[in-house]
């Protein structure tokens, strides 16, 4: 759509027709405008799945690695064939606007929002949400670059002040959401928190550098709720207000129009920016939606990895990796990397997984593709040569650990969707490993705070009325008359229906419990609350919100427990109510737990299985009451006993391996006795297939680390995310994640860029760096594959500057590439650097400065591996 038919249409509206369109008709959609073919324009939650509008698990999602995950690939193309299956996703559901991806960064390892951010780095952070944004927006849906801007921790979110310099700013936290920009994306989320004072939703950050200095044109929409003025907010560049109908703007927004305190001007450059993402979306007269930026086909094909080599150069001399025509140029705030590949050899398919590039059905291609892309982000942290196991010389598994049969695939909050299945690693083991193999699985004591979460649903419940697994929802008026009834798979639901005249929700269920003892019921939700089981109230009070972080009241309330002793074999009816009331919301959870097992007799039966087993998988994890949106963790020990179990079978069995089932870091205080550690982040809906895969050797673990794991919590360069009085300085500057851990000198448990693979690599030689046409530069880094198995390596590039004028990091990441080869082959890497990554920002002069002279360039595995150096004279 041409700006000229933006204006035409514009101008068609009057005052009142204007400011309606500025706020949410509802929670997830906008209005339509019939005068001129408007229609609604549909949004969802998305950074590991299109929920779609609304949360009803009936509705089922693809449900991606979490997008730590995806920071772990180091992998644009892969990248961007998941944004465009979120695309088709999308589409499939009848969503426009995808709020995806969040482009904040890994600060503290304590935030409890870190499983949805890709990195602590701005490079690999910009460079992969580009890669998300242009796979969505090349299927005529919308990408969301969120939250803009220092939304970087949970606690106070919505009133947080962060502190902090301009450099800091432009140089960290700005860099990805201007890669974003770079990359076409078509929405930017202005965060809840204030930078400097002021709120971001009133921020002259949207204005300049957002709108201004890099020229973005699409809409600037709020955070749900995030709008707390309404003059301040509408004479900044803030454009639409979610969600609606109610909210600061309306009513409101239309008399400051009218008495001047508004220019008419602010309106109509909203109004224009909205109608012209209606265009892009097809939300417009009929018009069909926007092929998304950098159209081409990716480059690498339906299995070439991103900025890698595909095929194997010669075992005498390196061969030579050429870019690709036509491929999309990946370009970030700091850097810019090029897809690699040999000139000659085919694209290559994997057989061993059954990937097919031929059309095929689009669920199996979905689950191969989720399938593959996890196995690729898991992050082999230890390897003492028991992996990969080979199933011929195994006669027995041991698999211990809750999480090995109910993993965690996705972070809590709004991020989370509803998988239409869920692989575990036990199931995948029992699927991939011969029938002749003897697979035992032993639980293990309960981590704390894993029980007592989960929705009473099929395993337990039943509906009273229909006997389907599940449970029944009714809605009831003052009076108890049911105004609405229906069926629900499970006892979390967050956005029921409400008919006029509700009062009441309520669930009940006929609850099999399959064991003797006390069970654990509970029901979350604010206001009036009641359960009750077999007739008799175990609960019954007023619980008022404690905040209003939407997080909270509308997708995961507290739960408030009761025990209750149950015999197996006998089932209970449980009633569970709540009254609606103003300010509460409506999300409604009545959970059910089991009987805990006694710790002792568990550990010990966990302890006997692996000394039996020729080898032995220990699946340990964070739980749900950690790693969600809307509070921060406090810790990253893992939940008590799970070190203990691991310290004691690993104790029991040299041959265990350790897979670690967290969305961010965690500490590992046994990590040196385990005889491998493979970090498989929130994997998604077929992670136990992943797992299976590479325990078993089928791929190699292809993951990097995004961010820098420490060894303990008290280590860590940066900590803070409690503010106090309100606000949260950055007073660590410059120097987060790798680069904090340099300033200090202090040795993380693991590097960023760590992972090993199933191969060796020998960095062999840096060549001189070669000017690029953008003022950069290419620098060749050839190494050798010394191992026994076909590999890939990331190949990454820092640069140092100690004799700077103005303070630096010890050393920043500055481009990498990945590579492929066979064993005993020789590759080089071509990596690009563009000249962002050379200069700072000054602030006095507000633009970018080229310092003179020569930087050091050093290349190697990971940000404490570099082993190759070489000069830059600028």
Wanted: with cysteine.
């Amino acid at each position: 759509m041409y700006d000229g038919d933006v204006e035409r249409l514009a101008d068609k509206l009057d005052a009142v027709q204007r400011v309606r369109l500025l706020t949410g008709a509802d929670t997830w959609r906008t209005r339509p405008e019939p005068d001129v073919g408007l229609r609604e324009i549909v949004f969802s939650d998305g950074p590991a799945g299109v929920r779609g509008p609304g949360w009803d698990e009936r509705f089922t999602s693809a449900l991606l690695p979490s997008p730590t995950a995806l920071g772990a690939l180091w992998d644009e193309v892969r990248v961007r064939r998941l944004g465009e299956l979120l695309g088709d996703e999308a589409r499939r559901k009848g969503v426009y606007v995808l709020l995806a991806p969040t482009l904040n960064l890994h600060r503290s390892p304590l935030a409890g929002r870190h499983f949805e951010c890709f990195a602590e780095d701005p490079l690999l952070a910009g460079r992969t949400g580009a890669a998300l944004i242009r796979g969505v927006q090349s299927k005529g849906v919308a990408a969301t670059a969120k939250h803009y801007v220092a939304n970087d921790s949970e606690t106070g979110r919505l009133t947080l002040d962060v502190r902090l310099d301009e450099r800091v700013l432009r140089e960290l936290y700005l860099a990805p959401f201007e890669a974003a920009v770079q990359a076409g994306v078509w929405l930017v989320m202005s965060a809840y928190n204030k930078v400097n004072g002021t709120t971001m939703s009133e921020s002259s950050l949207l204005a300049d550098p957002l709108e201004g200095e890099w020229g973005f044109d699409g809409v600037v929409v709020s955070d749900w709720g995030g709008v707390r003025s309404t003059v301040a907010s509408a004479v900044a560049a803030q454009d639409l207000e979610m969600p609606g109908p109610g909210g600061p703007w309306g009513e409101a927004l239309l008399e400051a129009l009218r008495t001047g305190r508004v220019p008419a001007e602010a309106l109509e450059r909203k109004v224009r920016r909205l109608l012209r993402l209606a265009g892009r979306v097809g939300a417009l007269g009929g018009l069909p939606a926007t092929p998304g930026p950098a159209e081409s086909a990716d480059p690498a094909g339906p299995a070439g990895p991103a900025g890698s080599a595909q095929g194997a150069g010669s075992a005498e001399s390196p061969e030579r990796y050429v870019r690709t025509a036509g491929a999309p140029d990946p370009v970030g705030a700091r850097g810019s990397g090029s897809s690699l590949r040999a000139a000659g050899p085919a694209e290559v398919t994997d057989p061993e997984l059954g990937i097919d590039p031929a059309p095929a059905d689009r669920g199996i291609r979905v689950r191969q593709e989720l399938r593959a892309a996890a196995a690729a982000s898991f992050v082999l942290l230890e390897n003492r040569g028991v992996l990969p196991l080979d199933p011929e010389a195994l006669r027995s598994v041991a698999v211990i650990g809750m999480h090995a049969e109910e993993p965690r695939v996705q972070g809590g909050g709004s991020s989370e969707v509803f998988p239409q299945r869920v692989v575990s690693p036990l199931d995948g083991l029992r699927e991939a490993l011969p029938p002749r193999v003897r697979v035992v699985y032993e639980p293990g004591p309960a981590p704390e705070g894993g029980g007592g979460s989960s929705p009473l649903g099929a395993r337990y419940g039943r509906d009273p009325e229909s006997g389907e697994p599940g449970v029944r929802l009714r809605v009831l008026d003052a009076a108890g008359a049911v105004l609405c009834s229906e069926h629900q798979p499970s006892g979390r639901v967050l956005e029921p229906a409400l008919p006029p005249g509700a009062h009441t929700i309520e669930l009940a269920a006929v609850l099999h419990p399959d064991a003797t003892g006390p069970w654990t019921l509970g029901l979350g939700g604010f206001g009036a609350l009641q359960l009750t089981v077999k007739g008799t109230t175990l609960l019954a009070g007023e619980f008022p919100p404690g905040t209003d972080d939407p997080a909270v009241i509308h997708v995961r309330p507290p739960q408030h427990t009761v025990r209750v002793p149950l015999t197996a074999g006998r089932p209970v009816h449980v009633v569970a109510r709540r009254a609606l009331a103003p300010g509460t919301g409506r999300a409604t959870v009545l959970t059910a737990a089991p009987p805990v097992p006694d710790p002792a007799g568990a550990l010990a039966a966990a302890v006997a299985a692996a000394r039996l087993a020729d080898a032995v998988v220990v699946v340990v994890g964070t739980t749900e009451g950690g790693e969600s949106e809307g509070s921060d963790r406090e810790s990253l020990r893992l939940p008590v006993p799970q070190d203990e179990l691991v310290a004691e079978i690993a104790r029991a069995n040299p041959r265990t391996v350790v897979v670690v089932n967290s969305g961010g870091p965690v500490e590992l205080p046994w990590r040196e006795a385990a005889g491998a550690v493979l970090l498989t982040w929130f994997p998604g809906q077929e992670g136990g297939h992943a797992v299976a895969d590479v325990l078993l050797g089928r791929v190699e673990p292809g993951g990097r680390l995004p961010t820098t794991w420490p060894a303990a919590l008290a280590e860590a360069p940066v900590r803070t995310t409690q503010p106090i009085d309100g606000q949260l300085p950055y007073e660590e500057g410059l120097h987060i994640g790798h680069r904090g851990w340099l300033r200090t000198g202090a040795q993380p448990a693991y590097w960023f860029g760590h992972g090993l693979g199933y191969t060796t690599w020998e960095f062999e030689r840096i060549g001189a760096p070669e000017p690029a046409p953008d003022g950069g530069f290419e620098v060749p880094v050839t190494l050798r594959n010394t191992g026994t198995r076909e590999g890939r390596q990331v190949v990454q590039l820092h640069l140092s500057r100690p004799d700077s004028a103005v303070e630096r990091p010890v050393r920043w990441l500055a481009g990498w590439a990945a590579v492929e080869a066979e064993p005993g082959r020789r590759v080089t890497a071509y990596v690009r650097v563009p000249v962002r990554a050379l200069q700072y920002w000054n602030p006095g002069s507000r633009g970018w400065v080229t310092e003179p002279g020569r930087f050091d360039v050093l290349a190697g595995r990971s940000a404490g591996d570099l082993p190759l150096r070489t000069g830059l004279d600028v």
